[in-house]
């Protein structure tokens, strides 16, 4: 009897959960309403308002339950991890997006992005051993790794690292062609990215490790090569499925971040969330602890294992 | 020059890409994993009709092809493109092969049909709903295997075009066609 896409993504979601407990995570059942919401230049919220005595107060569905866990990180300095519904106003469905998908997210005390790497081969591995009549996904000891600026210096035939400057990524950008009118540092190098080198990763899977600090600001900056981040993406069968890193404690270095993007959306006359002072105090009261975290996606990840190629097929009630 | 953004992208619209002329064959918005959103799309040229994908930023300016729409008619092939005659202004245009595509196999001389202008120079053609054509060859009897509902032959249309037909249609009648699937719609009569 072949199992129904539901039934595949319940077994699978049990085998995630038995992982954690057998590795005495903590599971902390994170909030999708919120007050505020970690204002990161590049995530869309949905929001909504409270009818609170009396009062119309604004709410937010979060967009991963980053906050919630290291808010609960701050209080309780324990291994633990999230299965959450996460919101992103996205332009649309497809077969890779949906404005609401479930989010596995954990973090670890006194790890780094590479234990983080090999935790993540873990849970693939245990999943698999768990469900072997779904996997499709090859198995293997481990997934090997490449740096992103790897990847540029094969497919783009420059390394990003002489681009850091703004100047010198848009008259790159112009000369390859693209449209840098109001481009941001980001925009071209994700622009780029997507154009010249995600076609190439194939089908396989890869972690891609040493993205650009730049464009990663709740990952810890590396300590010898400070422009790149403690960050590493993992794709398989050409879809981003997970981001993890070493994180982030700085304060007043994401407070400035989430001010300048506070500050931008209302000058574009969008909403601007206001700033979720519980999380900045929070990572500060963490500034003396090294962890880690990743954020896989979970739907994502059954697609990779089991060959399914549409996330709707398993979120078939939207 | 008319500049449009990425919002306002729909499939089949023309656009210039690389200074080329293109059509999107389709498109999608990805948001890459903390990054700010893009859409990818498919783009066929009109020149060698490759299509090729591309991504822009979201909301990226774009330059849009004004296309105009014509009622001309079919008359006869030439070199690489087929030759169409406006039904209002009696010019004729040669639009080249990879703009017509496997629609080649319906195209009926004298029949008129949408064809798009840029310029006065053929960027594609506006595929119709449906195309009447007659069954020019059709084997009597029945379908080879199961004929459990469904059941169906293969014929031959005016055109050449080979059709999977429910098994009452015969040599002579007049069938219509979606030309996008190539698949048997009704009794045209």
Same mark, same amino acid.
């Given at each position: 009897?072949?199992?129904?896409?539901?039934?595949?993504?319940?077994?699978?979601?049990?085998? #995630?959960?038995?992982?954690?407990?057998?590795?005495?995570?903590?599971?902390?059942?994170?909030?999708?309403?919120?007050?505020?919401?970690?204002?990161?230049?590049?995530?869309?919220?949905?929001?909504? &308002?409270?009818?609170?005595?009396?009062?119309?107060?604004?709410?937010?569905?979060?967009?991963?339950?980053?906050?919630?866990?290291?808010?609960?990180?701050?209080?309780?300095?324990?291994?633990?991890?999230?299965?959450?519904?996460?919101?992103?106003?996205?332009?649309?469905?497809?077969?890779?997006?949906?404005?609401? &998908?479930?989010? =596995?997210?954990?973090?670890?005390?006194?790890?780094?992005?590479?234990?983080?790497?090999?935790?993540? !081969?873990?849970? #693939?591995?245990?999943?698999?051993?768990?469900?072997?009549?779904?996997?499709?996904?090859?198995? $293997?000891?481990?997934?090997?790794?490449?740096?992103?600026?790897?990847?540029?210096?094969?497919?783009?035939?420059?390394?990003?690292? $002489? =681009?850091?400057?703004?100047?010198?990524?848009?008259?790159?950008?112009?000369?390859?062609?693209?449209?840098?009118?109001?481009?941001?540092?980001?925009?071209?190098?994700?622009?780029?990215?997507?154009?010249?080198?995600?076609?190439?990763?194939?089908?396989?899977?890869?972690?891609?490790?040493?993205?650009?600090?730049?464009?990663?600001?709740?990952?810890?900056?590396?300590?010898?090569?400070?422009?790149?981040? !403690?960050?590493?993406?993992?794709?398989?069968?050409?879809?981003? #499925?997970?981001?993890?890193?070493?994180?982030?404690?700085?304060?007043?270095?994401?407070?400035?971040?989430?001010?300048?993007?506070?500050?931008?959306?209302?000058?574009?006359?969008?909403?601007?969330?206001?700033?979720?002072? !519980?999380?900045?105090?929070?990572?500060?009261?963490?500034?003396?602890?090294?962890?880690?975290?990743?954020?896989?996606?979970? !739907?994502?990840?059954?697609?990779?294992?089991?060959?399914?190629?549409?996330?709707?097929?398993?979120?078939?009630?939207? | 020059?008319?500049?449009?953004?990425?919002?306002?992208? +729909? %499939?089949?619209?023309?656009?210039?890409?690389?200074?080329?002329?293109?059509?999107?064959?389709?498109?999608?918005?990805?948001?890459?994993?903390?990054?700010?959103?893009?859409?990818?799309?498919?783009? @066929?040229?009109? @020149?060698?009709? %490759?299509?090729?994908?591309?991504?822009?930023?979201?909301?990226?300016?774009?330059?849009?092809?004004?296309?105009?729409?014509?009622?001309?008619?079919?008359?006869?092939?030439?070199?690489?493109?087929?030759?169409?005659?406006?039904?209002?202004?009696?010019?004729? /245009?040669?639009?080249?092969?990879?703009?017509?595509?496997?629609?080649? @196999?319906?195209? %009926?001389?004298?029949?008129?049909?949408?064809?798009?202008?840029?310029?006065?120079?053929?960027?594609?053609?506006?595929?119709? +709903? +449906?195309?009447?054509?007659?069954?020019?060859?059709?084997?009597?009897?029945?379908?080879?295997?199961?004929?459990?509902?469904?059941?169906? %032959?293969?014929?031959?249309?005016?055109?050449?075009?080979? /059709?999977?037909?429910?098994?009452?249609? +015969?040599?002579?009648?007049?069938?219509?066609?979606?030309?996008?699937?190539?698949?048997?719609?009704?009794?045209?009569?």
């Amino acid at each position: 009897m072949i199992d129904t896409p539901l039934t595949i993504k319940a077994n699978i979601m049990k085998s #995630i959960r038995s992982f954690f407990y057998e590795h005495n995570f903590q599971e902390v059942m994170t909030p999708s309403l919120v007050q505020s919401v970690p204002l990161e230049p590049t995530l869309s919220y949905f929001s909504t &308002f409270w009818n609170s005595c009396g009062q119309k107060k604004p709410l937010y569905l979060t967009a991963s339950p980053e906050s919630t866990l290291k808010k609960f990180l701050a209080s309780e300095k324990k291994n633990c991890f999230s299965i959450a519904p996460s919101f992103r106003n996205v332009e649309e469905a497809n077969v890779t997006h949906m404005p609401e &998908f479930l989010l =596995l997210e954990w973090y670890e005390v006194n790890k780094t992005y590479r234990d983080e790497i090999e935790r993540t !081969d873990e849970l #693939i591995q245990y999943i698999q051993q768990k469900n072997p009549h779904y996997i499709r996904m090859p198995q $293997s000891k481990s997934i090997s790794m490449i740096p992103m600026s790897t990847l540029w210096k094969r497919h783009v035939g420059i390394t990003f690292e $002489s =681009l850091m400057k703004e100047k010198d990524m848009i008259t790159f950008a112009q000369k390859k062609g693209y449209e840098t009118r109001n481009a941001t540092w980001e925009q071209l190098f994700n622009q780029i990215f997507l154009n010249e080198i995600e076609p190439h990763i194939g089908m396989d899977p890869y972690y891609i490790t040493e993205f650009p600090a730049k464009i990663s600001p709740l990952c810890k900056p590396n300590e010898k090569n400070p422009h790149l981040a !403690d960050r590493f993406e993992l794709y398989s069968l050409g879809m981003e #499925i997970a981001n993890g890193n070493t994180e982030n404690t700085n304060k007043e270095q994401i407070k400035t971040v989430f001010e300048k993007e506070q500050t931008n959306r209302k000058r574009k006359g969008e909403k601007a969330p206001n700033i979720d002072n !519980d999380f900045l105090h929070a990572l500060d009261s963490l500034r003396t602890t090294n962890f880690a975290g990743v954020g896989l996606g979970i !739907d994502r990840l059954i697609m990779a294992l089991t060959g399914i190629t549409d996330i709707r097929t398993l979120n078939p009630f939207f | 020059m008319a500049m449009i953004s990425t919002a306002d992208f +729909k %499939k089949g619209m023309f656009i210039v890409f690389k200074n080329e002329p293109h059509q999107i064959v389709e498109f999608q918005h990805v948001n890459p994993g903390k990054g700010s959103a893009f859409v990818r799309t498919r783009l @066929k040229s009109l @020149k060698i009709g %490759k299509v090729q994908e591309f991504t822009y930023k979201s909301g990226e300016n774009v330059e849009e092809l004004p296309v105009e729409t014509h009622e001309m008619q079919y008359l006869y092939p030439e070199g690489e493109g087929f030759v169409f005659m406006d039904n209002q202004n009696f010019e004729q /245009v040669t639009v080249a092969s990879v703009l017509i595509g496997d629609f080649v @196999k319906y195209l %009926k001389p004298n029949e008129t049909y949408q064809i798009l202008l840029h310029e006065e120079e053929a960027v594609g053609i506006r595929l119709p +709903k +449906k195309v009447r054509l007659l069954v020019t060859e059709a084997p009597d009897g029945g379908a080879r295997g199961n004929t459990v509902g469904g059941a169906t %032959k293969t014929v031959v249309v005016e055109t050449g075009a080979v /059709v999977s037909v429910p098994l009452f249609i +015969k040599q002579g009648e007049l069938i219509a066609i979606d030309p996008e699937t190539n698949s048997y719609l009704e009794r045209s009569n």
